[in-house]
Each structure stands twice: as C-alpha cells, then as structure tokens.
C-alpha cells in the first residue's frame, strides 16, 4: 500500500523552527516528486514546496522563499520540511503528497496524499 506519512508538526512561537518529515512507502521513490502543500482554516489549499527526488531540484511558494528548505534523504524515503522564522500566518495543516511527473504547484497533478500536520504558530 502506498503512504505517505507526515510528521513533525506543534506549537511553536513566532520566530521559531519546525522540522516536517513525510516518509514516503509503497511506490518507487526516486520517480516520485514530493510537495509540501498547507491549508488554513477557511482558506484554499496552498502549494508550499517540491522537491525532485531524482535530481533534487526545488521550488518554493513566494510566500516561504528564504526561510522554508526542503530536502530529501532517499536511502530513507523521506522528505523534510525545516521551517524556519515562523509566523502566525504559517499556521495550517501540512500535506506531504507524490506527483509522478517532477516539480509541481498545481495539487491535482498530486497522485498520493499523506494525512497532515498541524503547525500553529502563536504570535
């Protein structure tokens, strides 16, 4: 069975730091790109972050270009998320999910979904 399975979230202060995992089983990894997506109550869901796991290459949202990194461990099948600089608006559930065809911003092209996170940062 595929899953993926996101990890990491809590309650931090502004300015604080947050590591996500999302292990990743059940489908060949290194094929795979793994995007981090958020959604606020009340809000639509928001792409955050991708990562190829064949080449490595990246994208971020505007929104956390310069503060949130992801990278991939594929001996382990896991993708991480350090949040760094946190704030408020920060605050959602995050998804981990696998797209078959690379980097992506567009959730439908997202085949696989984990379960969510919730990261709430306090001001």
Known sequence: ???LQASGGGLVQAGGFLRLSCAASG???DDY????FRQAPGKEREGVSCISSSDGSTYYADSVKGRFTTSSD???NTVYLQMNSLKP???AVYYCAAD???LAENPDEYDYWGQGTLVTVSS
């Open 1 to 3: 069975d595929v899953q």
């Open 27 to 29: 489908f060949t990894f």
């Open 33 to 36: 790109a793994i995007g981090w």
């Open 74 to 76: 594929n001996a382990k």
């Open 89 to 91: 608006e920060d605050t």
């Open 100 to 102: 078959p065809g690379g």
